[in-house]
């Protein structure tokens, strides 16, 4: 007989330890998993989303490029839509974020009849030029953001939102 048997108290104690492990795993794996999905998710950061603005139909007068796109913040998904001011500069596409760097209304081209060449905010005057430098003397500090920006097909693609490049 070997002196290494297990007492009833021992074989309860491991059975226990299992079994209550077991079920400590059970219930903590699908927490875990909950809480870093976001993380285990592919992203498209760096996507191009595709507008249905033709580029031969734009000229070097900015217009209003109106898209939408699936926004995923942690376990929620909503349909984002935006806009962006979009003109030919010679052979290359320019787009402009049309939020104010002052407070962030939205700007129009040529709004302000005393200055149709520019960008103007309605909501304290702020003005800027077509290449989106702001107008000293008027509330924006900054220049309009630019997005990137390609030609898929014939048509605009907007990337991500840059800090402008061609002031
Ligand atoms: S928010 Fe545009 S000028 Fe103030």
Same mark, same amino acid.
């Given at each position: 007989?070997?002196?290494?048997?297990?007492?009833?108290?021992?074989?309860?104690?491991?059975? =226990?330890?299992?079994?209550?492990?077991?079920?400590?795993?059970?219930? =903590?794996?699908?927490?875990?998993?909950?809480?870093?999905?976001? &993380?285990?998710?592919? /992203?498209?950061?760096?996507?191009? &989303?595709?507008?249905?603005?033709?580029?031969?139909?734009? *000229?070097?007068?900015?217009?209003?490029?109106?898209?939408?796109?699936?926004?995923?913040?942690? +376990?929620?998904?909503?349909?984002?839509?935006? *806009?962006? +001011?979009?003109?030919?500069?010679?052979?290359?596409?320019?787009?402009? *974020?049309?939020?104010?760097? /002052?407070?962030?209304?939205?700007?129009? +081209?040529?709004?302000?009849?005393? /200055?149709?060449?520019?960008?103007?905010?309605?909501? /304290?005057?702020?003005?800027?030029?077509?290449?989106?430098?702001?107008?000293?003397?008027?509330?924006? =500090?900054?220049?309009?953001?630019?997005?990137?920006?390609?030609?898929?097909?014939?048509?605009?693609?907007?990337?991500?939102?840059?800090?402008?490049?061609?002031?």
């Amino acid at each position: 007989m070997s002196n290494n048997r297990v007492s009833r108290r021992q074989f309860l104690g491991y059975t =226990l330890t299992g079994v209550g492990g077991f079920m400590a795993a059970g219930m =903590l794996m699908p927490m875990v998993r909950f809480a870093v999905d976001p &993380i285990l998710q592919q /992203h498209d950061a760096g996507d191009f &989303i595709l507008t249905d603005t033709a580029v031969a139909d734009l *000229s070097e007068e900015p217009v209003r490029v109106d898209f939408a796109y699936e926004q995923v913040d942690a +376990w929620y998904t909503s349909e984002v839509t935006s *806009s962006a +001011w979009v003109y030919k500069e010679g052979d290359k596409l320019v787009a402009l *974020s049309p939020v104010c760097k /002052h407070l962030g209304c939205t700007v129009n +081209w040529a709004a302000d009849p005393e /200055h149709p060449t520019q960008f103007f905010c309605p909501c /304290h005057a702020g003005r800027y030029e077509k290449n989106g430098q702001n107008v000293a003397g008027t509330p924006p =500090l900054g220049p309009l953001d630019e997005f990137e920006v390609e030609e898929r097909d014939g048509f605009v693609a907007l990337g991500a939102v840059k800090a402008n490049t061609i002031v």
